[in-house]
């Protein structure tokens, strides 16, 4: 059964809606030594960051690929992580893996803090109309009563203690609503488009690295990629003609031979098709793809 156009789909897509988040991991960084140390375990420039600003960060392995990642807040006197719920344990041990003589204190406030997204192209002025504040820069937050407002690269997040969040009298989309707007505006995610098995240039994530920053785990990597080009494949957006969604590892094919591989997709009820995401070889136009003999583009 597809899904339709509901009044909250349609409000993500051309006005603004909520999303019930509370379910993302919260990791509290604190000590003298956080900055430096997350600084050496993620690709984005922390010890940059000063209070109120923030940034999107990736781990990666030794290998460089990536493990995981993470919006990042910086407070006075702590760091907050914000991350997907399946991701939490593996961020939280990986972290503490590398905690030796270092002041840094790790504490999960999941269970504490509610998260809420606010996305939509009118979502700064539903902020407004609020009452609250609204961030100019990216992954910049500033204070909104006892909680945090947030700017992502799709609207604002707001965290608020346990069952403190506002009203905020906009519809609430659902998790399969907020999915199909995001592989409909090829915004990729952790544990579905990305993996393990993806190098950072692939994913076409690179709002997430600093290449002046210095050493960290998996820059070698990264920085070889970069200064050789050596990038044969990476994340596109696809619009399939067909009203049935392919299953993850449906092969993507052009003139019959095998071109790459779909990781998400879902019926798009505005488009009246299906949109996708893929890996795709760099050699590969736009035209003349084909998904289970359905044409892609």
Not at 77 to 98: C, G, N, S, V
Not at 159 to 171: A, V
Not at 201 to 209: C, I, K, N, W
Request: hydrophobic share 40%; aromatic share 6%.
């Amino acid at each position: 059964m597809h899904l339709t156009a509901t009044p909250a789909y349609t409000a993500l897509r051309e006005t603004a809606a909520w999303i019930d988040l509370a379910e993302r991991g919260k990791i509290r960084m604190s000590g003298e030594d956080r900055a430096r140390l997350l600084h050496a375990m993620t690709t984005n420039h922390i010890q940059a960051l000063t209070s109120g600003q923030g940034c999107y960060a990736l781990f990666l392995n030794a290998q460089g690929r990536i493990l995981a990642d993470a919006n990042v807040l910086c407070f006075e006197d702590h760091l907050l992580l914000d991350t997907e719920p399946e991701l939490l344990t593996k961020i939280y041990e990986h972290l503490d893996r590398y905690i030796i003589a270092d002041d840094v204190a790790l504490e999960n406030v999941t269970v504490q803090v509610d998260t809420v997204a606010l996305d939509g192209p009118h979502a700064a002025a539903e902020l407004a109309r609020l009452g609250a504040p609204v961030p100019e820069a990216l992954w910049s937050h500033e204070a909104w009563g006892a909680g945090t407002v947030q700017r992502t690269a799709q609207g604002f997040n707001l965290f608020f203690p346990k069952r403190q969040t506002p009203d905020l009298g906009i519809p609430e989309a659902t998790a399969e609503e907020a999915r199909t707007v995001r592989i409909e505006q090829a915004r990729p995610r952790y544990g579905e488009e990305i993996t393990e098995r993806y190098l950072v240039q692939e994913t076409g994530l690179m709002q997430a690295v600093s290449f002046t920053k210095g050493c960290y785990l998996g820059q070698e990597i990264v920085e070889r990629v970069r200064s050789r080009g050596q990038v044969h494949k990476q994340l596109r957006a696809l619009q399939i003609d067909t009203n049935d969604p392919p299953e993850p590892g449906t092969k993507v094919t052009s003139a019959g031979a095998e071109v790459g591989e779909v990781v998400s997709s879902a019926y798009s009820p505005a488009l009246g098709k299906t949109v996708a995401m893929a890996y795709v070889k760099n050699s590969v136009s736009d035209t003349d793809l084909q998904v289970n003999s359905a044409a892609a583009r």
